[in-house]
T-cell receptor, first 112, second 114 residues
Framework: GENVEQHPSTLSVQEGDSAVIKCTYS??????FPWYKQELGKGPQLIID?????GEKKDQRIAVTLNKTAKHFSLHITETQPEDSAVYFC???????????FGKGTTLSVSS | EAQVTQNPRYLITVTGKKLTVTCSQN?????MSWYRQDPGLGLRQIYY???????DKGDVPEGYKVSRKEKRNFPLILESPSPNQTSLYFC?????????????FGPGTRLTVL
């Protein structure tokens, strides 16, 4: 079945710097790759997603890139702010389309 | 307000005492799912449902039951909880029955089994 690896597990940056989180997936049939942000004490919330027919997608300070050949996708956050501090999860839909398979998460800390 | 609600938010219980965690969504979503979140393991799917009376196992279903008698509700049942079920549980729902669309998560239920 699908397996998603996420790196790094923790990431500390200074306010204003960029942050990059990388994920690889195993099932070449996967076609949907969302990113979720989880703030302390809350459930995960979708921040951006990308489908396999697109190589890059951007939404203000957040961008996601997808390399289907290499089976990896990345989250890029520019001009980081303290409120970006959270746990970020990447995910890929399984082949049956019945579930999201999540990476283990990245704890991002943005210090001012 | 469109949301997924879970109850209770916190629960401490003892081994073997049956419990139910409720989940309800007000968005008329077809698909609902339960996940558990453990440190270093991320989110793992327990069970999912594509519609009323249609449920199926996820990756870690052992020790859990679910039911989907109404579209809006998807309770998680632990018939005989054990300490290894101590975890943070999330319910999620989405509009489409496929997994390739946004899932909306509830606030979580932190369960401790002594």
């Amino acid at each position: 079945g699908e397996n998603v690896e996420q790196h790094p597990s923790t990431l500390s940056v200074q306010e204003g710097d960029s942050a990059v989180i990388k994920c690889t997936y195993s099932d070449s049939a996967s076609n949907y790759f969302p990113w979720y942000k989880q703030e302390l004490g809350k459930g995960p919330q979708l921040i951006i997603d990308i489908r396999s027919n697109v190589g890059e997608k951007k939404d203000q300070r957040i961008a996601v890139t997808l390399n289907k050949t290499a089976k990896h996708f990345s989250l890029h956050i520019t001009e980081t702010q303290p409120e970006d501090s959270a746990v970020y999860f990447c995910a890929a839909v399984n082949q049956a389309g019945t579930a999201l398979i999540f990476g283990k998460g990245t704890t991002l800390s943005v210090s001012s | 307000e469109a949301q997924v609600t879970q109850n209770p938010r916190y629960l401490i219980t003892v081994t073997g005492k049956k419990l139910t965690v409720t989940c309800s969504q007000n968005m008329n979503h077809e698909y609902m799912s339960w996940y558990r979140q453990d440190p270093g393991l991320g989110l793992r799917q327990i069970y999912y449902s594509m519609n009323v009376e249609v449920t199926d196992k996820g990756d870690v279903p052992e020790g859990y039951k679910v039911s989907r008698k109404e579209k809006r509700n998807f309770p998680l049942i632990l018939e005989s909880p054990s300490p290894n079920q101590t975890s943070l549980y999330f319910c999620a729902s989405s509009y489409l029955v496929q997994g390739d669309n946004e899932q909306f998560f509830g606030p979580g239920t932190r369960l401790t089994v002594l």
